[in-house]
């Protein structure tokens, strides 16, 4: 089974500073696929970068981008110029691509980390 | 396009009682993923729909079910609330579900609370 760690529940910035919130996982699988979400106070989930494991160019999404280290299955988040609007719970998640169909819509999770930007 | 969405958004239920959950995916999307989010356990995968069919479940007891219609609505029920249920449940879809690494975009969420 995989597994997902954030080993850092909490986590602080200053505006416009930049920040990095880690990850690590575990699995027998080659080809997988890597998230963060977002999930602020208001509780709506939302995506935030996406990385299939079979590309070697790390993802990046405008002020956000993962560094994804394949051998070390390690899978962190950069969030540069941080802002407010960033303070969330960021969780890491894992979706396998087995032919065996038990990879089907399951995201597996990590605990989280409790961003919060400060003014 | 209107994003996922969830109805009720608050529930208060006594044990005992059984809770209908209703998901309602973004157009066009046939696959729809239920999640249990718990302060203790974090998120957890309940089960996957996709063309009405469940094709993956995770490690829930038999009293959470759930069903797809052909309109890629989603319900799930629970049975018998107990209160360890009380959570926030989360559903998910994702286009075409044909490719397990499908992007799922979430709904705002149940907060089910079980006196």
């Known amino acids: 089974a995989q597994t997902v760690t954030q080993s850092q529940p909490e986590m602080s910035v200053q505006e416009a500073e930049t920040v990095t919130l880690s990850c690590t996982y575990d699995?027998?699988?080659?080809?997988?696929?890597l998230f963060w979400y977002k999930q602020p106070p208001s509780r709506q989930m939302i995506l935030v970068i996406r990385?299939?494991?079979?590309?070697?160019q790390n993802a990046t999404e405008n002020r956000f981008s993962v560094n994804f280290q394949k051998a070390a299955k390690s899978f962190s988040l950069k969030i540069s110029d941080s802002q407010l609007g960033d303070t969330a719970m960021y969780f890491c998640a894992f979706m396998g691509s087995n032919a065996g169909g038990t990879s089907y819509g399951k995201l597996t999770f990590g605990q989280g980390t409790i961003l919060t930007v400060h003014p | 396009k209107a994003g996922v969405t969830q109805t009720p958004r608050y529930l208060i239920k006594t044990r005992g009682q059984q809770v209908t959950l209703s998901c309602s995916p973004i157009s066009g999307h046939r696959s729809v993923s239920w999640y249990q989010q718990t302060p203790g356990q974090g998120l957890q995968f309940l089960f996957e729909?996709?063309?009405?069919?469940?094709?993956n479940k995770g490690n829930f007891p038999g009293r959470f079910s759930g069903r797809q219609f052909s309109n890629s609505r989603s319900e799930m029920n629970v049975s018998t609330l107990e209160l360890g249920d009380s959570a926030l449940y989360l559903c998910?879809?994702?286009?075409?579900?044909?490719?397990?690494?499908?992007?799922?975009?979430f709904g705002p969420g149940t907060r089910l609370t079980v006196l």
């Open positions: 729909y996709f063309s009405e069919t469940q094709r």
């Open positions: 990385q299939e494991a079979y590309k070697q």
């Open positions: 998910a879809s994702s286009s075409t579900g044909r490719e397990k690494s499908d992007t799922q975009y």
């Open positions: 699995t027998s699988e080659n080809n997988y696929y």
